[in-house]
């Protein structure tokens, strides 16, 4: 098949599949998701990332009907129906199907949907540099939590995607938080330095694995805040990510960065690339 859906035991061609108009993702955006990639129809880190799903629906009260093994074998064998072998691998669960209510039954059947489609191999994202801008992060108090709730993060990579540009970097309170679907990281002194994981960003499964990256290579690791101002004047600027990976940020608001430690950046992206290689 050139792409899958699933829906509840359903599955067809993404173009072939409906979802019930009550579902309550519709109405509500009431679910969380999660996404990664596949290589060789092997699915990358997939049980990190359904982890962090299960810990995102415990967060909202979501209470699932499966377990995080059958999942993983879901996810594994939609895989090997889609022809492509690079893919991009989404799983996503809304609280269930109801009449519109903003209260909701303790009882209620959670929906799960996955979607497969072709995807680009990371050594090919890893060439790029990218240009990003920066934007005030005026996103709710539960970044942490994956939801599918994610209006304010459509509207800036709308913005981005107008100017030619490939991401969105937000700030708020003077201090950098995340990007509009990726984790954002700076190189200063030698030093690899990334936000703490708290409710102002998401715990990213390649930021975790950067980091990890970095401590086999003996690379000092800061996990704590930093500024707009340390982010313009930094060594260089990484971006990690699913999609993005682990990649370098050449230019924000149209100002040059970074380029000042392609070696060590160069080592930590042949780190994370290796253990991709590794892992597949």
Not at 242 to 251: A, G, L, T, Y
Request: aromatic fraction near 8%; charged fraction near 25%; proline fraction near 4%.
């Amino acid at each position: 098949m050139e792409n899958i859906a699933y829906y509840n035991g359903k599955i067809s061609a993404i173009e072939e599949m409906s979802i019930p108009l009550n579902d309550r993702s519709h109405y509500f955006g009431d679910g969380v998701y999660d996404a990664t990639i596949a290589s060789q129809h092997r699915v990358y880190l997939a049980e990190d990332h359904i982890n962090r799903f299960f810990n995102s629906m415990a967060l909202v009260d979501i209470h699932p009907n499966f377990t995080k093994k059958w999942l993983g074998e879901l996810l594994a064998d939609l895989a090997l129906k889609v022809d492509s072998s690079e893919q991009f691998v989404y799983f996503q669960v809304s609280r269930g199907t109801a009449t519109r209510k903003h209260a909701y039954d303790l009882q209620i059947k959670p929906n799960l949907t996955v979607f497969i489609t072709p995807s680009t191999n990371p050594k090919t994202i890893l060439s790029r540099r990218l240009k990003v801008q920066t934007e005030p992060d005026i996103r709710f108090e539960l970044c942490h939590i994956k939801t599918l709730n994610l209006l304010p993060n459509v509207m800036s990579t709308q913005r981005a995607e107008q100017k030619g540009l490939d991401e969105t970097i937000y700030h708020r309170q003077g201090r950098v938080t995340e990007c509009a679907h990726s984790n954002v990281h700076i190189i200063q002194d030698g030093r690899l330095k990334t936000a703490p994981t708290d409710h102002w960003i998401l715990p990213g499964i390649a930021r975790k694995h950067l980091l990890l990256a970095a401590e086999k290579m003996g690379v000092p690791c800061d996990e704590t805040a930093f500024t707009l101002d340390e982010l313009f004047n930094a060594e260089e600027v990484i971006i990690t990510s699913s999609s993005h990976f682990c990649s370098q940020v050449d230019e924000i608001d149209g100002k040059k960065v970074g380029g000042r430690n392609t070696k060590l950046l160069q080592v930590l992206q042949n780190e994370t690339y290796r253990e991709f290689q590794t892992l597949i």
